[in-house]
DNA sequence: AACTTTGTCAAACGCTTGTTTTACTTTGAT
DNA sequence: ATCAAAGTAAAACAAGCGTTTGACAAAGTT
C-alpha cells in the first residue's frame, strides 16, 4: 500500500506517470504523423521513457494507438458532460419547445467550439479523429461509437424539434449535418483559413468572435429552415 | 518525331504512359496512406511499373509527390474553369448586382459539390488536400497559393457583394469559410455521414439531394444574413 | 533482511524503407 | 544494319522500423 497522503489527487505510481505520459506523446505524434508515420521510438523519446516501455505499458503500438482512441472519447466527455446532461433531460422530459430546443443548440456549437475545436490544446484530438475518417483503422469503431454517433443523434434530435421534423429522417441528418460542418471546417482547414486571416492561431478573443459568427448563421439558418417545405425525397426518406 | 498519326491526342510514348501511371497510382496511394505511408514499391506495384522507375521519371519520392500536388491544382481549374472564368468575368465586370453574385455562388458551390466533393473518382484529391491541412508539407505552399486562396477569394467577393460587405474585411472571410465548411464537411467526415445515412456512398440522385439541401442552406443564410448588423470587431478588421 | 514484483534500459532480432547500382532490352533515327 | 538514347528490371545498400530479450535497479511485502 502507499503510506503518503495527497490531498490533491491519489498521487499516481511511477508505472502510472509513464503510461500518462505516453499516452500524451503518443496523441501528439499520432495525430501529426498518422498511427503510421509516428514511430514507438519517437514516441518514447517525447515521453522521456525507453522504447520497450511501450510494450510493457500496452502490449503494442496498434493497442497504444487503441488506448490514445478511448482517452479521446473521455476527453470529449469529459468537456462537454454537462451540455450533454443538459440535452438529455430535455431529451427525457419529452415535451421541450423548438425554442428551448434551439438555445440548447447554440449552446452546443458554441461550446463545442470554444472548449474543444479552437483549442490549440485539444487541436491534436481534431486532427487525429479527422485521420481516422479519412482512413479508418479497425479503431475508428470507438470514436464513431462512444463519440461521433451519440453527439451526432442529439444534434439530430434538437435540430428536428427546432424544424419539427423527425430526427430520424435523412433529410434531417443531412442538415444538421450541414450545420455541423461550419464549426467543424475550421479544424480541417486550419492552416488555410489562418493564412487567410493573418492570424497565429484562433484563440482567446478571436475564437469568442468566431463562435459569434457561427452562432449568428446557426440562429439565421433555423429562423429561415422553418418555413422551408420538406425536402420530396429526402423527408420521407428514414434510417434503420 | 512521332510518325503516327492521331486524331484523337498524341499517343502517348512509352514512357509518358509510365509517368502517367505512376502519377494516378501516387495520388491514391498518398491520399490513403499519407506521404510517409506509401512507399514507393507499393506505388510501383499500382502502377505496373518498377520501383526504380520513380527516380528515374520523378529524381525522388519527394518530388514524385510534389508531381501529385501539381496535378491537383490542374484537376481543379480542369473541373471547375468555367464557373471560375463566370466569376472572373462578374469581377472584371465592376458593378455586378447582389442577385448575380448570388446566382453565380449558388452555381459555384453546387457545382464544386457535385463536381468534386461527391465524386469517388476525385475522392483521393479531397483526402489528399486535408492531410496537406492536418500536417503541411513543404508541398502545402502549391496547394495553397494556386488551389484554395484564389478560390477563396473568389467566393469572398461574392459574398461582399451579395451581403455589401468589404472582401477584404475577416468578417467576410469567416462568413465565407462558414459557409465553405458546409459543403467540405462531407469529405472530411465522410465514412462517419455514411454510416449515419446507411449509405454506401454519395452518388448520382443521391449527390443531387445533398447539393439541393446544400443550395437550400446558402440562399436561408444570405438572405437571413443581408439585414445583419455588422460584426463589431470583425467588420473593421482587414487583412493585408 | 530477504524476496517478489514492478519498472527501466541497451542491445539485438528480423523486416521494410528509399535510393543507387548495374546489366539488360526496347526504341527511333541515321 | 548500326548505334546512341530511352526505358526496364533485379539486386544490393544503409538506415529505420516494431518487437523481443535478458540483465539490472527500484519499490513493496513479508
Same mark, same amino acid.
Not at 434551439?102 to 479523429?129: H, K, P, W
Not at 479519412?134 to 442529439?154: D, N, Q, S, V, W
Not at 461550419?182 to 487567410?196: D, K, P
Given at each position: 500500500?502507499?503510506?503518503?497522503? $495527497?490531498?490533491?489527487?491519489?498521487?499516481?505510481?511511477?508505472g502510472d506517470?509513464a503510461r500518462t505520459?505516453l499516452l500524451? =506523446?503518443a496523441?501528439? *505524434?499520432f495525430?501529426?504523423?498518422?498511427p503510421?508515420?509516428a514511430?514507438v521510438?519517437?514516441i518514447a523519446?517525447?515521453a522521456?521513457q525507453n522504447v520497450a516501455a511501450i510494450a510493457y505499458y500496452f502490449g503494442s503500438k496498434e493497442k497504444l494507438y487503441e488506448a490514445v482512441l478511448e482517452g479521446?472519447?473521455?476527453?470529449?466527455?469529459?468537456?462537454?458532460?454537462? %451540455?450533454? =446532461?443538459?440535452? #438529455?433531460?430535455?431529451?427525457?422530459?419529452? #415535451?421541450?419547445?423548438? =425554442?428551448?430546443?434551439?438555445? !440548447?443548440?447554440?449552446?452546443?456549437?458554441?461550446?463545442?467550439?470554444?472548449?474543444?475545436?479552437?483549442? $490549440?490544446? @485539444?487541436?491534436?484530438?481534431?486532427?487525429? @479523429? @479527422?485521420?481516422?475518417? /479519412?482512413?479508418?483503422t479497425p479503431g475508428?469503431?470507438i !470514436?464513431?461509437?462512444? +463519440?461521433?454517433?451519440?453527439?451526432?443523434?442529439?444534434?439530430?434530435?434538437? %435540430?428536428? %424539434?427546432? !424544424?419539427?421534423?423527425?430526427?430520424?429522417?435523412?433529410?434531417?441528418?443531412?442538415?444538421? #449535418?450541414?450545420?455541423?460542418?461550419?464549426?467543424?471546417?475550421?479544424?480541417?482547414?486550419?492552416?488555410?483559413? *489562418?493564412?487567410? *486571416? +493573418?492570424?497565429?492561431?484562433?484563440?482567446?478573443?478571436? =475564437?469568442?468572435?468566431?463562435?459569434? !459568427? /457561427? $452562432?449568428?448563421?446557426?440562429? @439565421?439558418? /433555423?429562423?429561415? *429552415?422553418?418555413?422551408?417545405?420538406?425536402?420530396?425525397? /429526402? $423527408? #420521407?426518406?428514414?434510417?434503420?
Amino acid at each position: 500500500m502507499k503510506g503518503t497522503f $495527497s490531498f490533491l489527487e491519489p498521487a499516481p505510481s511511477r508505472g502510472d506517470q509513464a503510461r500518462t505520459r505516453l499516452l500524451a =506523446a503518443a496523441l501528439e *505524434l499520432f495525430s501529426d504523423l498518422g498511427p503510421h508515420g509516428a514511430t514507438v521510438r519517437a514516441i518514447a523519446r517525447a515521453a522521456g521513457q525507453n522504447v520497450a516501455a511501450i510494450a510493457y505499458y500496452f502490449g503494442s503500438k496498434e493497442k497504444l494507438y487503441e488506448a490514445v482512441l478511448e482517452g479521446i472519447v473521455g476527453e470529449l466527455h469529459g468537456r462537454m458532460g454537462d %451540455v450533454y =446532461a443538459e440535452a #438529455h433531460a430535455l431529451r427525457a422530459r419529452g #415535451h421541450a419547445t423548438p =425554442a428551448e430546443a434551439e438555445a !440548447l443548440l447554440d449552446t452546443f456549437f458554441r461550446n463545442l467550439y470554444l472548449r474543444m475545436l479552437s483549442r $490549440s490544446e @485539444v487541436a491534436a484530438i481534431g486532427r487525429l @479523429v @479527422v485521420r481516422e475518417q /479519412l482512413k479508418p483503422t479497425p479503431g475508428f469503431e470507438i !470514436l464513431y461509437a462512444r +463519440g461521433f454517433r451519440p453527439l451526432h443523434e442529439m444534434l439530430c434530435h434538437l %435540430v428536428g %424539434v427546432v !424544424l419539427g421534423m423527425d430526427p430520424k429522417t435523412r433529410e434531417t441528418i443531412l442538415r444538421t #449535418h450541414l450545420l455541423m460542418g461550419q464549426a467543424y471546417f475550421f479544424t480541417m482547414s486550419r492552416e488555410a483559413i *489562418l493564412r487567410r *486571416l +493573418g492570424w497565429k492561431n484562433l484563440e482567446g478573443e478571436k =475564437a469568442e468572435w468566431v463562435a459569434d !459568427l /457561427l $452562432s449568428e448563421h446557426l440562429k @439565421v439558418l /433555423l429562423a429561415g *429552415l422553418k418555413g422551408a417545405p420538406p425536402h420530396p425525397q /429526402l $423527408s #420521407h426518406s428514414k434510417i434503420a
